[in-house]
């Protein structure tokens, strides 16, 4: 079977660390690892629009940012198709069908829809299309025959909403599509990296994220500014190390050899963790070893995405080839499907002949 990827980010707002060692560092291992036969990157608007409809602006906005993004990143449009969801209508075919195989109370349960509404205040007036974007997401993944979706935790539910879907699909149709696998970062301090003020997840609401385009000195004040550990207020005071944002961020990203670089009275972080607890290491010396640790990751970034702003043309070409690229790919699969359904009408030989002798007898 061939190895597929899918996978995307819904274009609300520039990406910021949390994507990154949530899904977007991965991607740009997995298209390098060469593992994968093809790989398809989707700017989810359409998903975008199910709590945006009416800010179709910063939708639109923010598609070229996310795409400028991808591509400082590291994701090769010669190796990664780079698509735009609501530009291939097969998707939304394809999610009408689906939507008679999944029921409205199963869609509220689905945990990360249930936080959504909470979280959007839409307990009294839930949009339709907001409620069922679970079921648009098993169409994206499906119509690209995904074998696997590297993503964040927070995805998960939508994965298991999928396979149901599948499952579903092709025990009554008979086997037509593909059940993904979800690809969850292997780091723990990835899965859901805190926001620097320290409350559970980087959002743009919550005005606490570090975006990849951010300067050098604005990540270094939002560093330097980082929520820590409240009681630790001496510096010969012991810290606490859990739920520390500090920390975890150094859990996501440093890497053994930068204690030699920037901090060499420490092997490695488990040291400087040990230190923190006893007392006697300050969160100032804490979050300048980070700023270094983060300025020497994103500032490869930030360059490559300075090239790519000077050539805004470019970047359009390659979303609308990924986009035709991508067209192609979910045609195919609809094709699949209307067939497995039967109604295929036109292309249904057999049918056509049935009614030709049932009607002139
Ligand atoms: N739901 C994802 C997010 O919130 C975006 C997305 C849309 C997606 N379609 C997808 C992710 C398919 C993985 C696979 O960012």
Avoid: W
């Amino acid at each position: 079977m061939k190895k597929v990827i899918l996978t995307g980010d819904r274009p609300t707002g520039k990406l910021h660390l949390g994507h990154y060692v949530g899904s977007l560092r991965q991607r740009v291992e997995l298209q390098n690892s060469g593992e994968y036969d093809e790989i398809f990157i989707m700017i989810a608007d359409a998903q975008a629009l199910t709590d945006n409809a009416e800010n179709p602006e910063k939708i639109r906005q923010n598609i070229v940012e996310v795409a400028l993004d991808y591509l400082s990143c590291g994701l090769d449009p010669e190796k990664s198709v780079i698509h735009i969801q609501s530009q291939i209508p097969e998707l939304f075919e394809l999610t009408v069908y689906y939507m008679n195989l999944v029921t409205v109370s199963r869609l509220q349960r689905n945990p990360t829809v249930k936080s959504e509404i909470q979280l959007r205040n839409f307990e009294a007036s839930i949009p339709v299309g907001f409620l069922a974007y679970p079921i648009s997401q098993a169409a994206d993944i499906t119509a690209f025959k995904a074998t696997a979706v590297p993503c964040g935790e927070d995805q998960q539910p939508m994965l298991e909403q999928t396979r149901e879907i599948v499952r579903k699909f092709n025990s009554i149709y008979g086997e037509t599509l593909i059940e993904p696998e979800i690809l969850l970062p292997d780091n723990k301090a990835c899965l859901r990296l805190p926001g620097t003020d320290g409350k559970a997840k980087m959002s743009k609401s919550l005005n606490n994220c570090i975006y990849l385009s951010d300067t050098a000195d604005e990540v270094r004040k939002k560093v330097m500014g980082m929520y820590t550990d409240p009681n630790h207020l001496r510096v010969s005071d012991p810290g606490q190390v859990e739920g520390n944002p500090v920390f975890t961020y150094l859990d996501a990203f440093c890497r053994d050899e930068q204690f030699e670089r920037y901090l060499p009275e420490y092997q490695n972080l488990d040291e400087m963790k040990a230190h923190y607890r006893r007392g006697g290491l300050g969160d100032v010396k804490v979050k300048k070893f980070l700023n270094s640790v983060l300025q020497e990751e994103l500032e490869p970034i930030r360059n490559r995405r300075k090239e790519f702003e000077k050539d805004i043309p470019y970047v359009y070409e390659v979303l609308k080839k990924g986009t035709e690229a991508a067209r192609e790919v979910a045609a195919g699969t609809l094709a699949d499907v209307k067939k497995a359904m039967k109604i295929n009408y036109f292309d249904d030989l057999e049918l056509i002949n049935e009614h030709i002798r049932k009607f002139s007898k």
